[in-house]
Every structure is written in structure tokens, then in C-alpha cells.
């Protein structure tokens, strides 16, 4: 074929996925199994360097180009290395190599991308040319794309530390976190969840830097002046779980399946607050099918990580917030290992469907806790759950953006991560705990359901009309599911249409003491009012006096109950959310401290926003001040916040 087919096939602005709104991958006609990368981790320059192969299958026949997403990367040379006939056939070059030529390639700008209506942080694809004659492909025909590239210091998926940002002040440390949208800038990928894939990588760290990858370790050399990894991952997962992380990192084993890592000063105290972490998994094994990776590893990043957990596959990513000294915050943990099932085993096919990913995550989750920790423990989480998804929909009712308080919101042109919010959370989760305990009736039949669900889609992608077909087909027998307000459940903004009922006995003393403490009347209080409480019921106690708008005498609440001493990260968060709330001067410089030493996005954000409102210029210059500790993610959206 001619170039000038090809050329005029890059001029035209790739389409949008027509199986992911956010995607420009033509994942259609070309799709990719695999990618093999080898990177070098340049920490003078702060990129990573060096080449991805994809393997990609054509679907149709000729293909004229295959288009990848890529978000502020360099693409410096892309080669067409080889067809092959099996998917399988992996890495083994050089039988095939004759077949090797360059392929011409565009990497659409930001302007072009801008001018077609899309969002910067779609990125700007790079389409590569399948009309050289040698390529010559049918539909089922594999075949192996070099691309050669590196990133830059724009690449949100990767935050680089200096040494003074860890904890051992030493050595340098960078870490990756590309859902929902952000594997894009850490390599050129079909950047979606629609299509499943597996990796395989070497990555060369100075020494001594270990480096870590959401995939099982292969081997390691270490004896030479680089130390060198190799990793791969076998089971398909989507692009959004591809993560490094590389640090001076220590290790320990802290289950029979199970290494933590972090650096050397919180590896003790990290070690006690996640041993229950093998009791997590096999509590998910009583009722689900047996965990389908094999190893599953955890490590503490640094305080500037923006979530509280990732469930990368096979390694886990953690706040060091974490860090309670109670374990009272493990329940992250579940989370993140339920995750291995929903979410990594079954994956959203869109970031409109993440309820699927997050809601039964979070029933599971759930499901765990109640197995170790007991029924009540497990409502008292749902009924604190039910009150973050008010104030979500509050927030979103406040800045007019209703739209993102749908269980399955609309995100044609939008950026995930303004979507993101507790609603896909606790609506999701809401929405199966009522199809369990209104419709079904019975908790522990619908977990056969979530083992056949798991059973059904393993290793696929699902949207919620096959959720609910498969809900449906279980449950045919059941005249109640005739009930089910499908659509409401699914697109009605704001509160839940049909509410559960997580009555506990857990919350009896925090729920009188709130009275108390908002009926007006004067009463007599002292610091045993909350003797014995868990962390979880004084985190409860102030989410509820959050919630109540009666005015609170918090300079009161501070000197009889010392709130502000706290160093659990729950309590701190609640604390300050409502002395700034009532307007308490005292707390500022608390809350200053706080939002500068730890840069998870849960906290700091709604700290920002209503320090903001309280005192907008020390919001303002506290983040001029800060902005380059933050993840470029958290500093993307605490920027809007502050807008
Ligand atoms: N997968 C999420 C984190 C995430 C979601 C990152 C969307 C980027 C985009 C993770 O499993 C999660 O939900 N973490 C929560 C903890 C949880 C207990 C609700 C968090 O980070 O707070
Ligand atoms: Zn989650």
C-alpha cells in the first residue's frame, strides 16, 4: 500500500473507543493481549526510559492503524517487529526477526485533541500505520509492536520523591497510580477496561533500590552496578492495574502468601497493623471462589500517596495512614484484597459501570468484617458508609454537578476523577445489600450468588445490564425481584430510592451523646463519656455531629474530650472537619500540620475545601507552599477544589 494511505489515515482524529468513552484505542478492529516493557528508572532526570512491546490481535483484515492512548509521554521511534501465530509465542524474537521494519507513527498534540471537544487528560494518542506492505495482516493474525519512548515530568500516573519526602531521607523513591484513566502517561496502551491483558517487564534501579510491580517476581540480578527485575503477570487484568513502585525498600513476611514492603522505619509497626491480612483472605475464601493469583503482597508508600489503598494485582498499594497502631483502620485491607475478585478478576467494562468495580467490593468487603470482627461490626461500617454517601451527594449538590450522584453516571467528555466520589461506593453497595436482605432475604443465598456471579465472569469484564440478567437468571425462582426498580436504582440522582436498615448496637452510645451534646440543654460532660470507645465509635461520634446542624459548643467538646490529640487518621480527619465547620480558630494550625504531612486525597481534599471557606487565603498559600509534596493527581484536584 502507499504512503499516502497511511498518511491520510493520520490526518484523521482517531475516534473514541466505541466500547469506552474514555479511551481512543480503535481496540475494535486491533486489540492488545500483551505488553512486554523494559524501562530503566533514570531518578537524575526523573523519567523512565526504553522500549514497550504489544502484542496485539488483528480483528479485522488490513487493518490501516492501530491507536494506543499516551498522555505526556515521548514517542520516539515505533517498529513493526513481527507477526506471529499464537499469543502465546511470547518474547522469543529472533526466529521472526527478519520481519522487523519501522512503522510510521503520529502522536496526535493537545491542541488537536482540544479542538475535538475532549477532555487534556484523555491524552494524545499515538496512531501507528499497518499499511506497509510487510505487515499485510488478517483478522486473527497476532503480531508484536515496538514502541520505543519515555515519560515526562507531566506523566500524572508517576509521582517521583525527592530523598527529604521519605522516611529514610536517603534515597529517592517513585511510585505509579494509573486508575482511572492514567496508565496512559506511564506507557502508550489501550487504556481501557474493556479489554483485558497480560504484562511482563524488566526494570533496571540504581542501587540499592528494589523495585516492585502489581505482577510476580521472576527473578532479580543484583550482582552487577544496576539492579535488574523481571516480572510478569499471567492472568489478564485491565491496563488500570499495571503499577511500580521502587524505593529503599525493606521486607517482611507477614502471611503464608504474604510480603509487606516498605522502608526500613515502618516496618515493624506496618507488619502488626496488616497481620490480619491471610485471616482477610481466607475469611473471602469461606464464600467466594479460592484467590486466583497466588501471592498477594502489600506495600506502605510513602505519606504523599494519594489513596488510601490500590488494589494493584498481586501488591496491593497502602496510605501510610494507616498506620492506627490499633489495626482499626485494616478494613482498607479487605478492601483491597476483596478487590481480587471484583474488580481485578471481574472488571468494569467502563468507568461508568465502577459500581461494579467499588459496590461489590465493598459488600465483600463487608462480608469480611462480619466474619471476623461480627454482624454488628459490619453494620455499624455500613450505616457510617450510608452517611459518607450523604455528604457526597451534599458536595455534589453544592458545585451543581447532580449528575455524578447517579449510580451509573454519563461520562461522555468527563475526567473519572471528578466523577470519583463515595456514591459508586455506597450507592453500589447499598443497591446489593437491598437486593440481598429486601429481595433475596437472606444474606449468606446471596453469597452463593456473588460465587456463581465470580464463577460466570471470571477473568471478563461486565456491565450492569449483564449483572442484572445474571442477577435475574439466579434468582429466577424468586417473585420478589419482580420489585426491583432497575432503572431508578440505576440512573436516579441524589438519595437512595429504597433505604436498608443497619440498626447496630455498636453506635447506642455515641448516637446519646450526640443528643446530649446538641439538645441545647446545658449538660455536665467529662472525658469518661467515652471510655472504652473504639476508634471506630469516636470516628462515629464526630461523623454524626458533622452530619447534625444544631449548633455545638466545640471549644468544650476539644478541652473535655482532648480530640485534638488524637493520631489516628480517621479521628484527626473528623475532628477538624468539625471544628472548621464551627469555625474554631484553634484548629487551624492543626489542620495546616495535617493536609502538609499526609497527601491522601479522602482527607485532604474536603479539608482544603472547607478551610477554604473559613479562611480561603491560608488555604491558598498553604498550598502554594505544599503543591510539589502533593501526587500530580491530588494537585489536580485540590487545584479545583480551590477554584
Ligand atoms: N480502587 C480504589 C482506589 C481508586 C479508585 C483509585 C478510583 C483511583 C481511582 C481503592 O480500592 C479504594 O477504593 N480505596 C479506598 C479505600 C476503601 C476502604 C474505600 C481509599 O483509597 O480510600
Ligand atoms: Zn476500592
Redesign the pocket.
Known amino acids: 500500500m502507499s504512503e499516502s494511505t497511511s498518511s491520510s489515515a493520520h490526518n484523521i482524529f482517531p475516534i473514541i473507543s466505541p466500547l469506552d468513552k474514555q479511551s481512543f484505542a480503535n481496540n475494535h478492529q486491533v486489540v492488545a493481549h500483551h505488553y512486554y516493557m523494559d524501562l530503566t528508572t533514570d531518578f537524575k532526570n526523573k523519567i523512565l526510559v526504553g522500549y514497550v512491546d504489544v502484542t496485539f490481535e488483528a480483528l479485522i483484515d488490513r487493518p490501516s492503524h492501530v491507536v494506543v492512548d499516551a498522555r505526556n509521554l515521548v514517542i520516539k521511534q515505533t517498529k513493526f517487529l513481527y507477526k506471529k501465530h499464537h499469543k502465546h509465542s511470547e518474547d522469543n524474537i529472533n526466529e521472526q526477526q527478519h520481519q522487523e521494519h519501522e512503522l510510521a507513527f503520529r502522536v496526535f498534540s493537545k491542541s488537536e485533541v482540544a479542538q475535538n471537544g475532549y477532555p487534556s487528560v484523555y491524552g494524545e494518542p499515538l496512531s501507528m500505520s499497518l499499511t506497509h506492505e510487510a505487515v499485510d495482516l488478517e483478522a486473527g493474525n497476532f503480531f508484536v509492536v515496538r514502541i520505543f519512548y519515555e515519560t515526562t515530568h507531566e506523566s500524572e500516573a508517576i509521582q517521583w520523591l525527592e530523598p527529604e519526602q521519605t522516611l529514610g531521607k536517603v534515597h529517592p523513591y517513585l511510585f505509579t497510580?494509573c486508575?482511572?484513566i492514567h496508565a496512559r502517561s506511564l506507557l502508550p496502551c489501550q487504556d481501557t477496561p474493556s479489554n483485558k491483558i497480560t504484562y511482563s517487564s524488566t526494570i533496571r534501579t540504581p542501587k540499592p533500590l528494589v523495585a516492585a510491580m502489581s505482577a510476580i517476581k521472576q527473578w532479580e540480578d543484583v550482582s552487577t552496578h544496576i539492579n535488574i527485575y523481571h516480572f510478569k503477570q499471567n492472568v489478564t487484568i485491565p491496563s488500570?492495574l499495571i503499577a511500580l513502585v521502587v524505593g529503599a525498600l525493606e521486607s517482611k513476611e507477614i502471611g503464608p502468601r504474604s510480603t509487606l514492603y516498605c522502608e526500613a522505619e515502618v516496618l515493624e509497626a506496618a507488619a502488626y497493623e496488616f497481620s490480619e491480612t491471610e485471616a482477610f483472605i481466607k475469611a473471602a475464601e469461606e464464600f467466594l471462589p479460592p484467590y486466583a493469583w497466588g501471592r498477594y503482597d502489600i506495600v506502605l508508600l510513602p505519606s504523599s500517596y494519594p489513596?488510601?489503598?490500590?488494589?494493584n494485582s498481586n501488591l496491593t498499594f497502602l496510605?501510610p495512614t494507616l498506620l492506627a497502631g490499633d489495626r482499626s483502620l485494616a478494613?482498607?485491607v479487605a478492601?483491597?484484597i476483596a478487590?481480587s475478585w471484583s474488580?481485578n478478576l471481574i472488571t468494569n467494562s467502563t468507568w461508568e459501570d465502577?459500581w461494579l468495580?467499588?459496590g461489590f467490593?465493598?459488600f465483600i468487603?463487608r462480608r469480611i468484617l462480619a466474619r471476623l470482627s461480627g454482624e454488628e461490626y459490619a453494620k455499624f461500617h455500613a450505616q457510617m458508609g450510608y452517611s459518607h454517601l450523604v455528604s457526597s451527594i451534599n458536595h455534589y449538590k453544592e458545585i451543581n454537578e447532580l449528575q455524578y450522584t447517579k449510580m451509573i453516571p454519563l461520562l461522555e467528555k468527563c475526567d473519572?476523577?471528578d466523577a470519583?466520589s463515595s456514591v459508586p461506593?455506597e450507592k453500589g453497595f447499598n443497591f446489593l445489600y437491598y437486593l440481598a436482605d429486601q429481595i433475596v432475604g437472606s444474606i449468606p443465598r446471596f453469597e452463593k450468588f456473588l460465587y456463581h456471579y465470580f464463577t460466570v465472569f471470571c477473568q471478563k469484564t461486565v456491565n450492569s445490564a449483564e449483572m442484572k440478567k445474571c442477577f435475574l437468571e439466579y434468582f429466577a425462582d424468586v417473585e420478589k425481584t419482580k420489585e426491583i426498580d432497575w432503572d431508578s436504582w440505576f440512573n436516579v440522582e441524589g438519595d437512595l430510592i429504597v433505604k436498608n436498615n443497619f440498626e447496630n448496637t455498636l453506635n447506642v452510645a455515641a448516637n446519646a451523646l450526640c443528643e446530649k451534646w446538641t439538645s441545647g440543654a446545658e449538660g455536665t460532660f467529662a472525658k469518661s463519656d467515652i471510655e472504652g470507645w473504639s476508634s471506630t465509635q469516636l470516628t462515629y461520634f464526630l461523623d454524626i455531629l458533622l452530619s447534625n446542624d444544631k449548633p455545638l459548643n466545640v471549644q468544650k467538646l476539644d478541652e473535655t474530650y482532648e480530640y485534638s490529640k488524637y493520631t489516628n487518621s480517621e479521628i484527626r480527619f473528623g475532628w477538624q472537619m468539625l471544628a472548621i465547620k464551627h469555625k474554631y480558630e484553634p484548629v487551624k494550625p492543626q489542620v495546616v500540620a495535617f493536609i502538609t504531612m499526609q497527601g491522601?486525597?479522602?482527607y485532604v481534599r474536603p479539608l482544603y475545601r472547607e478551610l477554604f471557606k473559613f479562611d480561603a487565603e491560608l488555604a491558598r498559600s498553604t498550598f502554594q507552599q505544599y503543591k510539589g509534596f502533593y501526587h500530580g493527581?491530588a494537585r489536580k484536584m485540590i487545584e479545583k477544589d480551590l477554584q
Open positions: 497510580q486508575q482511572a488500570y489513596f488510601g489503598g490500590m488494589e496510605t478494613n482498607v478492601h483491597e478487590h474488580g465502577f468495580n467499588e467490593t465493598v468487603e473519572p476523577d470519583f461506593y491522601r486525597m479522602k493527581i
